[in-house]
C-alpha cells in the first residue's frame, strides 16, 4: 500500500513527485491520503488500502511509488518567457 510512516516521508513524496504534477493544486489522490494514510495500516480499512495502494503503489524496496495519476508538467516556451503548464 502506498502508506507514509511519517510527515518527513510525506514531505519527500510530495517534492519528488507531487509538485512536479499537473494535478498538483486540488489533487484528489493526496487528499485521500492524507484522510486515511493511518487508518489504512490499522489493518481494520481493507477498501481504503485496497484504493490507495491503487492511487500509490509500493514499490519492491516498500516505499512509495510513482502516483498512477501522476503527469509531469511541462515546461511551455512563448516569446517573452518560460511558463509551466498547470
Not at 502508506?3 to 489522490?29: M, P, T
Not at 481493507?46 to 492511487?55: C, E, P, Q, S, V
Not at 500509490?56 to 516505499?63: A, L
Amino acid at each position: 500500500m502506498g502508506y507514509f510512516s511519517n510527515g518527513c516521508e510525506a514531505d519527500q513524496y510530495e517534492e519528488e513527485y507531487c509538485k512536479r504534477c499537473v494535478h498538483w493544486k486540488g489533487c484528489k489522490v493526496w487528499l485521500a491520503h492524507f484522510e486515511y494514510n493511518y487508518e489504512q495500516k490499522s489493518g481494520n480499512n481493507n477498501i481504503a488500502k485496497n484504493i490507495l495502494t491503487m492511487l500509490i503503489p509500493i514499490q519492491e524496496d516498500d516505499f512509495c511509488g510513482k502516483c498512477s495519476m501522476f503527469y509531469e508538467k511541462q515546461e511551455m516556451y512563448n516569446e517573452s518567457h518560460i511558463t509551466f503548464q498547470n
